[in-house]
């Protein structure tokens, strides 16, 4: 464990975490929660060159505060020299949690909070688009739809080029239930603009149908009630008696460590799944059991699937027990670490490990490459919320080639 600075904090909570985008938060992370009540601690006084550079950024504070024209906020510049710090390694996964950041955090991953019902995620620009428009949600009941880029929300300018930007833009859309909030979009070239009333949302992070012999499973992220509800779908698809399984983890940005592992335990033989690296060499290595599920299997991807999705697909793809198809996926390869500073209840995310493949690769800025390339339909409408073969050219074709799988079994 790395060491924390004394002045800094005395006592804290560490999250090991991989990045990925969640339903209307700023908490994007992959994490297993770690407490160290003892954790080692170093003080920085018996440094003569760290004392001259602290001594400094007190210099600076002093002055400003006494001198300055204006009256100024000390947390204001507190705030400021952290988010600068930060804002020097040019890393968008290393930034700095305000208290309402990391309580929106823990909410959202809990799969019950205020807000609309919509997944979001940069998209290549800088936009912030809808992933997902949740069922029974205020966004669905409002109109708003997956490929959506918000660009106002009550009339104000967001983007998410950046965390922080992101952040930004997420609490303005989050409120207090039962009050309204103006969404602004671009669709298909189009401004649209929808009044959405805000609410308690509750995700179900699992959807699972029966296409004849033909299983096939929605994983929206590994959070929440993902294991239990693809425990539930593979239950179902044993009592349907089916012979091979589609997973679909387009737009999946990630989710809990855990529950990936879990879940990609129930899927491939004994062995590695995954592992971590810091800058010292030490590894981290996570391991499945002897169980693995055995029928015919297509993994679904496209550009947002991310980090945890990732470990899944590549896991799958390395054992050679099922087909990846789709498009190339996001490319996050790094892990974070997610520090809670208990006085307030603030918190820091840092990158300090890679992650690694089964056989070896690490995917960060290059993707997961299909097996099989199928680019999504120009066609397709993403209105269109249950799984329907003739609007998804992807579906289509991963339902195809599972049963030609089958087929080839007998």
């Known amino acids: 464990m790395r060491s924390i600075s004394k002045s800094a904090l005395a006592a804290f909570t560490v999250i090991i975490s991989l990045l990925i985008v969640v339903s209307l938060t700023a908490a994007i992370t992959l994490s297993v929660t770690r407490i160290d009540a003892n954790a080692t601690e170093i003080t920085i006084g018996g440094n003569k060159k760290y004392q001259e550079r602290y001594s400094r950024l007190d210099e600076v504070y002093q002055l400003l505060m006494s001198g300055y024209y204006k009256d100024i906020d000390s947390e204001v510049l507190i705030q400021g020299a952290i988010d600068g710090m930060l804002a020097s390694l040019e890393d968008p996964y290393t930034f700095y949690y305000t208290p309402e950041e990391m309580a929106e955090s823990l909410e959202s991953h809990s799969g019950k909070y205020s807000g609309i019902g919509i997944l979001v995620s940069s998209d290549k620009d800088g936009g912030?688009?809808?992933?997902?428009?949740?069922?029974?949600?205020?966004?669905?009941?409002?109109?708003?739809?997956?490929?959506?880029?918000?660009?106002?929300?009550?009339?104000?300018?967001?983007?998410?080029?950046?965390?922080?930007?992101?952040?930004?833009?997420?609490?303005?859309?989050?409120?207090?239930?039962?009050?309204?909030?103006?969404?602004?979009?671009?669709?298909?070239?189009?401004?649209?603009?929808?009044?959405?009333?805000?609410?308690?949302?509750?995700?179900?992070?699992?959807?699972?149908?029966?296409?004849?012999?033909?299983?096939?499973?929605?994983?929206?992220?590994?959070?929440?009630?993902?294991?239990?509800?693809?425990?539930?779908?593979?239950?179902?698809?044993?009592?349907?008696?089916?012979?091979?399984?589609?997973?679909?983890?387009?737009?999946?940005?990630?989710?809990?460590?855990?529950?990936?592992?879990?879940?990609t335990d129930l899927m491939i033989p004994e062995g590695l799944i995954m592992y971590t690296e810091d800058r010292y060499g030490n590894k981290d290595s996570h391991y499945s059991n002897e169980y693995a599920y055995g029928l015919p299997m297509v993994v679904l991807v496209d550009g947002m699937t991310a980090s945890a999705s990732e470990v899944f697909t590549a896991a799958i793809q390395d054992y050679g027990v099922g087909v990846v198809m789709g498009t190339n996926t996001f490319g996050k390869g790094i892990v974070q670490q997610i520090i809670s500073f208990p006085t307030d209840g603030a918190g820091m995310q840092m990158t300090v490990e890679a992650y690694y493949t089964p056989s070896g690769r690490n995917i960060h800025e290059v993707g997961i490459q299909p097996d099989i390339i199928v680019e999504l339909s120009e066609n397709y409408d993403p209105s269109i919320f249950t799984p329907d073969m003739e609007n998804d050219n992807q579906l289509k074709a991963a339902y195809d080639l599972v049963k030609q799988m089958i087929e080839e079994e007998k």
Do not use: W
Not at 163 to 191: C, F, H, S, W, Y
Not at 205 to 234: Q, T
Not at 246 to 262: A, H, K, M, P
């Open 128 to 263: 912030l688009c809808v992933n997902r428009v949740f069922k029974e949600s205020p966004a669905l009941a409002a109109g708003l739809l997956a490929g959506d880029v918000i660009t106002h929300v009550d009339g104000h300018p967001i983007s998410a080029k950046t965390t922080q930007d992101m952040n930004d833009a997420i609490a303005l859309v989050k409120g207090p239930d039962a009050t309204d909030v103006e969404i602004t979009v671009m669709r298909k070239g189009e401004e649209k603009v929808f009044i959405v009333k805000r609410g308690q949302v509750n995700v179900n992070r699992v959807e699972h149908y029966v296409f004849d012999d033909v299983g096939y499973i929605i994983l929206y992220e590994f959070l929440g009630d993902a294991v239990s509800g693809v425990k539930e779908a593979l239950r179902a698809f044993n009592d349907a008696g089916v012979k091979g399984i589609i997973f679909d983890v387009r737009s999946n940005t990630g989710g809990e460590l855990y529950t990936c592992l879990n879940i």
